[in-house]
C-alpha cells in the first residue's frame, strides 16, 4: 500500500495489524491467567453464541450496515453478473476449495477436516462487513452479498452439510458423520446477527438524514460512529482468543494443522475472487466487496454446528474454534494486499473508504 494511501487513513485504521496484535495477546493473557473465563463467558449465550461475544459482533456490524445507502440498492439489483460471480465463488468454488485443502492437508484426521468443511461452506455475514469497509470496497454490494450468502445459508447449509460429509466420505470407502441443523437454527442466527444490525442502518439512514439532513449524516454522524466498528472488532478478538486461547496452547501442533490449510483458503479464495472479479469487469469497490465476501465465513454459525453435533471437547469443535483465529490477521493483511491492487489495477477512487473516513 502507496504512503499517500495509508496517510488518508485514520490512526487507528492505520496501526490495526498491531491493535489486533495486541488484542489476541491480552486475550491470551486473560485465558491463562483468570479462572474459568471462557466458563464465565459463555455462560449466558444468545442462539449459542456467548452473549458478550454476541454484543461484539452487533456493535462492530451497525456503523458499516448505518454506511449503505439503501435508497441506491437499486441501482445495483439490476447487475446480474455480480450475483453470477459471486454465487459461483460463494456457493461452488469456496466449499468445493475448503474440502480439498482439508482433505490434502488432514487425510487422516476426519475430525480436524469435517471441521474445516464446517468452516467453509458457513458463508460470512459479520466480520466481512468491516474487510470490506477497511478496504475501500462497497457498502452497497457488500450489504447485498450478505444478505443474497444469508438466504442462501438458510436453505442450503443443512444440505451441503449432509453432501460434503456425510455422503462424500462414503464415495471413497472412508467414515462419515451427520450434521444435525435445522433450516429454523440457521435462519434464527441470520435474524440475530444480520437482521438486528441491518434494521438498525436502515433505521439510521432513514431516520436521522431526514431529521438532520444527508449532510450532517455524512459528515456528523458517521465519522461518530466509525470507530465502534473496530473497537467492536477488537473487543471480540479478545474474547475469542480469552475463551479458546488456552486450548490452542495445549494443542499447538493440532492448532498448526488446522491453520495451513486455512491459511491458504483465504488467500487462495481472496486471491481467486479478486481476479475474477477484475476479469468481469466490476469496478474496485464492487470487486473488493466480492472479494471478501467470498473469503471470509460464518465462524459463529461454524462453531456452533461443530459444538451441537460432535460436541465441545470434539476435534471438530476446536478446528472450527480455530477458523476466526486464523481469519482474523490473514485478512487484515488480505485488505493491505487489496488496497496495493486498487493503485496496481483498478482506475483510481476518489476516496478511502476506511472505518474512520
Given amino acids: ?77 439490476v447487475n446480474w453478473k455480480l450475483f453470477q460471480v459471486s454465487l459461483l465463488l460463494n456457493w461452488v468454488v469456496g466449499p468445493i476449495l475448503m474440502t480439498a485443502l482439508a482433505w490434502i492437508f488432514l487425510p487422516n484426521e476426519n475430525e480436524f477436516r469435517n471441521g474445516l468443511i464446517l468452516v467453509g461452506l458457513a458463508r460470512c455475514i459479520a466480520m466481512v462487513l468491516i474487510w470490506n469497509t477497511l478496504a475501500c470496497g462497497s457498502a452497497e454490494v457488500g450489504a447485498i452479498l450478505v444478505a443474497l450468502n444469508s438466504l442462501f445459508q438458510i436453505f442450503t447449509y443443512s444440505i451441503y452439510g449432509w ?21 429454523w437454527e440457521i435462519a434464527r442466527s441470520v435474524l440475530i446477527f444480520l437482521g438486528i444490525p441491518f434494521a438498525l442502518g436502515f433505521l439510521s439512514r432513514t431516520v ?6 444527508d449532510e450532517w449524516y455524512e459528515t456528523k454522524f458517521l465519522p461518530r460512529i466509525s470507530p465502534t466498528a473496530l473497537i467492536g472488532l477488537l473487543y471480540t478478538i479478545v474474547l475469542i482468543f480469552a475463551m479458546q486461547g488456552e486450548k490452542m496452547l495445549e494443542k499447538p501442533l493440532s492448532v498448526l494443522k488446522i491453520a495451513v490449510p486455512l491459511t491458504l483458503y483465504f488467500v487462495l479464495m481472496f486471491s481467486l475472487s479478486l481476479w475474477l472479479a477484475y476479469r468481469t469487469k466490476h469496478t474496485y469497490e464492487e470487486s473488493a466487496a466480492i472479494a471478501f465476501t ?22 471438530e469443535a476446536l478446528a472450527a474454534t480455530v477458523g476466526p483465529l486464523i481469519e482474523v490477521p490473514v485478512l487484515v493483511a488480505l485488505v493491505y494486499v487489496s488496497l496495493w491492487a486498487q493503485k496496481k489495477f483498478f482506475e483510481p477512487q476518489p476516496t478511502i473508504g476506511g472505518a474512520n473516513k
Fill in 163 to 183: 453432501f460434503f460429509i456425510t455422503l462424500m466420505p462414503t464415495w471413497f470407502g472412508l467414515e462419515s458423520a451427520v450434521v444435525n441443523i435445522t433450516i
Fill in 294 to 315: 467470498a473469503s471470509g465465513n460464518n465462524f459463529e454459525l461454524a462453531i456452533a454446528v461443530a459444538i451441537g453435533t460432535f460436541g465441545i471437547t470434539s476435534g
Fill in 1 to 77: 500500500m502507496t504512503n499517500s494511501v495509508v496517510n488518508r487513513l485514520s490512526t487507528l485504521d492505520r496501526y490495526l495489524p498491531l491493535w489486533i496484535g495486541l488484542s489476541m495477546g491480552v486475550g491470551l493473557l486473560l485465558s491463562l491467567y483468570v479462572p474459568n473465563l471462557d466458563q464465565t463467558l459463555d455462560a449466558i449465550k444468545l442462539d449459542n453464541v456467548s452473549l458478550p461475544i454476541a454484543i461484539g459482533l452487533l456493535v462492530m456490524m451497525y456503523p458499516p450496515l448505518a454506511k449503505v445507502r439503501y435508497g441506491k440498492l437499486h441501482e445495483f439489483f
Fill in 208 to 213: 436521522l438524514s431526514k431529521w438532520r439532513g
